[in-house]
């Protein structure tokens, strides 16, 4: 393990769990949920219009960009001196990583050439990663289980439902 490695260890077994919540936790669900549900509309409208490969190509590409956008976003939009949620850039960095590892999952079953197959795939890929953010939100943030999944399959289902739509038009 790296010097550095074992320092941010160690600062996240010391932190309090607000700090935990404030610094880490909260910029990576933020990452998570945007990379999930901001990649869904266009990996599936590429792969209704032209099939498993473009799907793949553009999820990636939707996946990178949504991460350097929103780890710029997070970067940019608070030094962390007012209001203690830590640097900027470590802040931005979790923030890029977990968007972009929310938007990749759903993108890999296009590796599958059988649309249908990789189609199927991904929507269970989704669903797993819609449980997992209600997890978190009901781990970190006191956020009801049923509450949690409910208002985040209605946010990946209506942003699906562009993908779908746009993909049939």
Do not use: K
């Not at 309090?16 to 910029?27: A, F, I, K, N, T």
């Not at 549900?37 to 209704?48: D, E, G, K, N, R």
């Not at 990789?118 to 997890?135: P, S």
């Amino acid at each position: 393990m790296t010097a550095r490695a074992a320092a941010l260890l160690s600062g996240w077994r010391t932190a309090s769990e607000r700090d935990r919540l404030l610094r880490v936790v909260q910029p990576a669900l933020i990452g998570l949920i945007d990379g999930t549900v901001s990649t869904l509309a266009p990996i599936f409208a590429a792969a209704y219009l032209a099939g498993s490969r473009s799907a793949l190509l553009v999820g990636i590409a939707s996946a990178l960009g949504a991460a350097i956008s929103m780890g710029l976003s997070e970067g940019l939009s608070d030094s962390g001196e007012l209001t203690g949620r830590g640097t900027a850039v470590v802040r931005g960095t979790i923030t890029g990583v977990a968007t972009f590892v929310g938007g990749t999952f759903h993108a890999l079953p296009f590796l599958i050439s059988n649309l249908h197959t990789a189609l199927a795939v991904a929507y269970v890929v989704v669903g797993c990663e819609l449980l997992t953010i209600a997890w978190v939100r009901r781990r970190y943030l006191a956020v009801p289980l049923r509450r949690s999944l409910v208002q985040v399959t209605l946010g990946g289902a209506l942003v699906a439902f562009v993908g779908f739509a746009v993909g049939h038009a």
